[in-house]
């Protein structure tokens, strides 16, 4: 089950993030969590953007990150997670005018997880990063995968211990929607039914097993929140058709293992 609604309806959707946690809903969507001008004079500024490391997608993928998300940070980009989060919290607190980006979600995730508390994940004492942006052009795609995946690989090790490993929700604010595809497409594939024997490099393959599946595709407007249960459920982002690049800021949360309370990170 999904909840989908205007984010200014707060009695709706506060308190709805131990449900995503707990498994009893799959995905919440705010709209309008963002002024669609607000959102598009931000990828205004991203485009021009020469601060922040932009690290590609990965393999034959078309796309980017502005910003080092954590399961990027292997190979030569091992070393860099803290510093490009530092850059990055710098950077946001200029992009836009007035409240920045990462306040606004803040109060969004806190509200969302009432009555358990959110903070953002440090890393020996350092602020990780809030969030990452996404640019997908013409033909970019992320393809299947399901996040709980990720906390087995290396740079998880010494975080990993403070996670509740249930499941990794994700969220994303819409900056830019493309013309046409870039939609979220969230396949019946559970990560505990997907057979790991598939996997190669520490990454899941589930495209056998997701044949015969059925998916759903959730239609996001620029400015929407959507969080939802990315770990437990595999799901992917639809090729990019058209000129108008797909713009996201995005990442994940986790409740503590110890219980109390909800960590958030990209
Ligand atoms: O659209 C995005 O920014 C990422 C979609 C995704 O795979 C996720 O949020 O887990």
Known sequence: MWLRCPARDLTTWAGSLPRLLSGSLRGVILDGLLPPEVALRLVGRLQQDRTLPRIPVGGQLIGESLGLSLDRAVGPHQDDYLSSARTLHERLST???????????????????????????????????PLVFRRLPRGGCIPPHAELEQLAR??????????????????FICLQQPAS????????LSWSDYDRSADRGGHSQPAAQLRGVSHTDRLLK??????????????????????????????FLARRCSGDGVLYWS
Do not use: C, K, N
């Not at 005018?97 to 020996?124: H, I, K, Q, W, Y």
């Open 181 to 188: 595809g870039g939609v979220l497409r969230v396949h019946e």
């Open 222 to 251: 620029t400015g929407s929140l959507v969080v939802f249960d990315g770990g437990r459920w595999f799901h992917e982002v639809t090729p990019v058709i058209g000129e108008q690049e797909r713009w996201t800021a995005g990442g």
């Open 154 to 171: 290396r740079p998880y090790d010494g975080f990993r211990e403070q996670l509740d490993d249930t499941t990794l929700l994700s969220f």
């Open 95 to 129: 992009l836009t005018t007035g409240r920045s980006l990462d306040t606004l979600l803040a109060a969004a995730l806190s509200m969302m997880a009432r009555p358990m508390p959110v903070s953002l994940a440090e890393a020996r004492g350092l602020p990780r990063a």
